[in-house]
T-cell receptor, first 112, second 109 residues
Framework: DTGVSQDPRHKITKRGQNVTFRCDPI?????LYWYRQTLGQGPEFLTY????????KSRLLSDRFSAERPKGSFSTLEIQRTEQGDSAMYLC??????????FGSGTRLTVV | KQEVTQIPAALSVPEGENLVLNCSFT??????LQWFRQDPGKGLTSLLLIQSSQREQTSGRLNASLDKSSGRSTLYIAASQPGDSATYLCAVSGNQFYFGTGTSLTVIP
């Protein structure tokens, strides 16, 4: 296990389409986080899981966004009816219970 | 809500200089503080993690300090190199990490 993997690396989609991103965390890490980053800004928290339980969601996570971690391993983040404002880098990170984060390389979403 | 501020927003230095990046946070009740490096269009690479009980951490030419009581951390980079050019982000943790907006560093050969 060499780190956190995210797929795809890049996604271009038309406005109104649905997209799904995948994150594979470091296998022994209990916690998995999703962040969104726009140009020139620091990452903004979206949601996190401890094992399969989604423990916190940001108000940034509108009802068009849903995240799952069905077996406490990989996670998916789905955006329905994408809007141009959803264009950003979506970052996944994992960590042991209370410790530093390891980030993936991110998925860059462009909504045209 | 925790707020994290990084100063300066951008910094340009000649190769070989020592430099200091600053991070301040409003709520001292943190578990730890982590410094990251981000290259353009890429994810975040962890540089140093300081637990709340620690005062500093060192890795190679990097040294990070933490003063919880004053809500401050510094990242010291010794003998800067062009390859150090990147954006440096600090993040403090509660249940989630709160990030600053970063310092964009350019090291001029």
């Amino acid at each position: 296990d060499t780190g956190v993997s995210q797929d795809p690396r890049h996604k271009i989609t038309k406005r109104g389409q649905n997209v799904t991103f995948r994150c594979d965390p470091i296998s022994e890490h209990n916690r998995l986080y999703w962040y969104r980053q726009t140009l020139g800004q620091g990452p903004e928290f979206l949601t996190y899981f401890q094992n399969e339980a989604q423990l916190e969601k940001s108000r940034l996570l509108s009802d068009r966004f849903s995240a799952e971690r069905p077996k406490g391993s990989f996670s998916t983040l789905e955006i329905q009816r994408t809007e141009q404002g959803d264009s950003a880098m979506y970052l996944c990170a994992s960590s042991p219970l209370v410790d530093g984060y390891t980030f993936g390389s991110g998925t860059r979403l462009t909504v045209v | 809500k925790q707020e994290v501020t990084q100063i300066p927003a951008a910094l340009s230095v000649p190769e070989g200089e020592n430099l200091v990046l600053n991070c301040s946070f409003t709520d001292s009740a943190i578990y730890n503080l982590q410094w990251f490096r981000q290259d353009p269009g890429k994810g975040l690479t962890s540089l140093l993690l300081i637990q709340s009980s620690q005062r500093e951490q060192t890795s190679g030419r990097l040294n990070a300090s933490l003063d919880k009581s004053s809500g401050r951390s510094t990242l010291y980079i010794a003998a800067s190199q062009p390859g150090d050019s990147a954006t440096y982000l600090c993040a403090v943790s509660g249940n989630q990490f709160y990030f600053g907006t970063g310092t964009s560093l350019t090291v001029i050969p």
